[in-house]
């Protein structure tokens, strides 16, 4: 069940007038796992980015499932892959080798089940495991947003802790309401664009010394500007 990468080529140039150098990079879709508990909001979570609907009747995912997501990054076609694993125990073997390879590592906990936050530990360790260390931007999530303020905040205070042991990024959302969905996939989207960039240009740079690290740096706090801009326009849209 694995999708072919589009491929796209960006054109950077750089250095003086006298010295232009162009760098030219092919892009690979990013890889997105979504892991957590059965009945978190993975799938609904997923559905609401991807199709912009949300079906409370929806059934539990049996292994694994994806989605592909197109965005458009400084006038580039960019992809992200989106894992939808199972969260029942007797899928795990099957969901686990589908971790492999991930870009982002997504792990969903239901802010009105604490215990589901619990979980989170393992489930990320499972997925850590298949790949490479510091290799996969790690994500913290809590579901459920629109239930009860008071439950979702003292949950959350557990929540900030576990993402800060973790060293992931925390956030909260609704499926159902789509607050913080659309958010939270740009920024998804625009760190994964920015680290296949950057490890683009490390390949690239020892075939091109005469760029310069200085060089190299400029470029990559250029990218990063980008990236900040466009994760606030898509997150607007």
């Known amino acids: ?64 499932d994806f989605e592909i997501e197109r965005f458009e990054i400084i006038g580039i076609p960019y992809n992200l892959q989106i894992w939808d694993t199972a969260g029942q125990e007797k899928f795990k073997c099957i969901a686990s080798a589908y971790y492999r390879g991930a870009e982002v590592i997504i792990t ?21 495991r298949e790949n490479e260390p510091d290799s996969s931007f790690i994500f913290l999530v809590g579901t459920k947003k629109d239930l009860s303020d008071a439950v979702c905040e003292r949950t959350e205070l557990d929540a900030i802790r576990f993402a800060n042991e973790m060293q992931a990024e925390y956030w909260s959302v609704s499926a159902k309401t789509g607050e913080n969905v659309k958010e939270f996939f740009s920024r998804v989207a625009a760190l994964a664009f920015e680290q296949s960039m950057i490890k683009e240009l490390e390949k690239t740079a020892g075939h091109m010394a005469q760029i310069g690290a200085g060089n190299l740096i400029s470029i990559q706090l250029g990218l990063l500007l980008t990236v900040n801009s466009f994760c606030k326009r898509h997150a607007s849209l």
């Not at 990468?5 to 990013?30: E, F």
């Not at 993975?42 to 609401?48: E, H, Q």
């Not at 906990?109 to 499972?126: C, G, R, S, V, Y």
């Open 1 to 64: 069940m694995q999708a072919e990468s589009p491929k796209a080529h960006l054109l950077y140039s750089v250095g003086g007038p006298r010295a232009k150098r162009i760098i030219c990079m092919k892009l690979k879709i990013s890889k997105v796992v979504v892991v957590g508990d059965l009945y978190v909001g993975k799938t609904s979570l997923i559905n609401r980015f991807c199709k912009d609907n949300f079906d409370r009747d929806y059934k539990a995912t049996i292994g694994v």
């Open 108 to 128: 969903v906990f239901d802010l009105a089940d604490i215990q589901t936050l619990d979980h989170t530990k393992q489930w990320l360790e499972d997925a850590l």
